[in-house]
């Protein structure tokens, strides 16, 4: 099993680039996530879609912007990456098990190792 | 205010020993979920346990089981018979149930643990 499925495994770019992280899940889960990683920091929420067609901001979505081209797919733009940008970015999904919304883990992506010079 | 607090930044234990991850939360939500997570040094995320609000037993997971105290709202993770694979970082997190929190989950700074041989 596949599971979530991240791209690039790492990245370096240069202030003011841009580029686009994938990330796919075949479980069939409703709500898809885009979490940032950052020493002593902990994961901090970035945007995250409940379902197909919405998306939310979360803790800190600016710099960035996301597409939920699908069920399957999320995928996370950093339009001219930043220094600050550097972290280690984490896609999750989730769906509701029986019995209420708040009892389902989220299941994650490798995760994108960015570096930005 | 910070919703969920893990007080020990850094943890060591004797191989084949136990050892108690301390996790404390705040909410006013009846519903809620704890999930545990464990992250090794190659940095993926692991779904470990999870414990609902109204479960009326201690959730457990093969070597793994939650001391959950819901008048004192901790869920520490308890983890039998170390091994030496368990030295990573483990997140305590949380969900509430309240309408419109979409499944966003609320996370701990982490404990780090070495297992010593």
């Known amino acids: 099993n596949a599971g979530v499925t991240q791209t690039p495994k790492f990245q370096v770019l240069k202030t003011g680039q841009s580029m686009t992280l994938q990330c796919a899940q075949d479980?069939?889960?409703?709500?898809m996530y885009w979490y940032r990683q950052d020493p002593g920091m902990g994961l901090r929420l970035i945007y995250y879609?409940?379902?197909?067609?919405?998306?939310d901001k979360g803790e800190v979505p600016n710099g960035y912007n996301v597409s939920r081209l699908n069920k399957r797919e999320f995928s996370l733009r950093l339009e001219s990456a930043a220094p600050s940008q550097t972290s280690v970015y984490f896609c999750?999904?989730?769906?509701?098990?029986?019995?209420?919304?708040?009892?389902?883990?989220?299941?994650f992506g490798n995760g994108t190792r960015l570096t930005v010079t | 205010a910070q919703k969920i607090t893990q007080t020990q930044p850094g943890m060591f234990v004797q191989e084949k020993e136990a050892v108690t991850l301390d996790c404390t939360y705040d909410?006013?939500?009846?519903?809620?979920?704890l999930f545990w997570y464990k992250q090794p040094s190659s940095g993926e995320m692991i779904f470990l346990i999870y414990?609902?609000?109204?479960d009326q037993q201690n959730a457990t997971e093969g070597r793994y089981s939650l001391n959950f105290q819901k008048a004192r709202k901790s869920a520490n993770l308890v983890i039998s018979a170390s091994q030496l694979g368990d030295s990573a970082m483990y997140f305590c997190?949380?969900?509430?149930?309240?309408?419109?929190?979409?499944?966003?989950?609320?996370w701990g700074l982490g404990t780090s643990l070495a297992v010593n041989p």
């Open positions: 999750a999904s989730t769906t509701p098990r029986g019995g209420g919304q708040y009892n389902s883990p989220l299941h």
């Open positions: 479980m069939n889960h409703n709500s």
């Open positions: 879609s409940a379902s197909e067609g919405t998306t």
């Open positions: 909410t006013s939500d009846p519903s809620y979920g």
């Open positions: 414990q609902g609000s109204y």
């Open positions: 997190a949380m969900r509430e149930g309240r309408a419109g929190n979409n499944r966003k989950l609320i």
